[in-house]
């Protein structure tokens, strides 16, 4: 089965610094997507790459997938209170790709931003 | 209310109680999934469907029991429920075509005591 090792598990972070979050894959990534969650409420869903070497961006938030297609980093750029949460990566568990057989997930990463 | 809706948000239950847990969406998608977060686990895929009628096990499918009767509904059933399963249940929705994004509920906190 494929497995999502995320790191780091935890990262406080003063606001307006930058900051990054892991996602490794053991196997090839047929999509990779990215979640985040707040304390208590469900996942919202924020970026999905399926090419090596793809990037893509939102706001303040960009997500990279290696060429090897095998490992994806997160990036946020001055980071803000509203980024707080835990981030999720999540990979398709099928090479038809799309999802449409369910996601593997990552443990998450806690975020703390420090004011 | 548009969008995806799980009920009970809270529930405490026995151990060997039957319990089921609703998922309602109003955007007719064709797959819907179940998941389960645990501490030190995160997500696991429980179960999920194509569409009416059609289902397929996930990851960590026993002691559960899904039917999907129509387009809109998913619901989860634990048969017997036991301690392992004290977890947060979260179903998901996506459209064929559009199944990148799937959209989750708001969750279910269940307590088998």
């Known amino acids: 089965s494929q497995e999502l090792e995320q790191s780091p598990q935890s990262l406080i972070v003063q606001e307006g610094k930058n900051l990054t979050i892991n996602c490794t894959s053991s196997?090839?990534?047929?999509?990779l997507y990215w979640y985040k969650q707040k304390y208590g409420e469900g996942l919202i869903f924020l970026m999905m790459?399926?090419?090596?070497?793809e990037e893509k961006s939102h706001e303040k938030i960009t997500a990279k997938l290696d060429e090897k297609k095998q490992q994806s980093s997160l990036h946020i750029t001055a980071s803000q209170p509203s980024h707080a949460g835990i981030y999720l990566c999540?990979?398709?568990?099928?090479?038809?790709?799309?999802?449409?057989?369910?996601?593997?997930f990552g443990k998450g990463t806690h975020l703390i931003i420090q004011p | 209310d548009a969008g995806i809706t799980q009920s009970p948000r809270y529930k405490i239950t026995e151990t060997g109680r039957q319990v089921t847990l609703m998922c309602h969406q109003t955007?007719?998608?064709?797959?819907m999934f179940w998941y389960r977060q645990d501490l030190g686990h995160g997500l696991r895929l429980i179960y999920y469907?194509?569409?009416?009628?059609?289902?397929d096990k996930g990851e960590v499918p026993d002691g559960y029991v899904v039917s999907r009767s129509k387009t809109e509904n998913f619901p989860l059933t634990l048969e017997s429920a036991t301690r392992s399963q004290t977890s947060v249940y979260f179903c998901?929705?996506?459209?064929?075509?559009?199944?990148?994004?799937?959209?989750f509920g708001p969750g279910t906190r269940l307590t088998v005591t």
């Open positions: 998901a929705s996506s459209e064929w075509g559009q199944i990148y994004e799937q959209y």
């Open positions: 196997k090839t990534l047929y999509g």
């Open positions: 790459l399926q090419k090596g070497g």
């Open positions: 999540g990979a398709d568990v099928s090479r038809s790709g799309g999802g449409a057989d369910g996601l593997t």
């Open positions: 955007w007719s998608h064709s797959y």
């Open positions: 469907s194509a569409a009416a009628d059609i289902t």
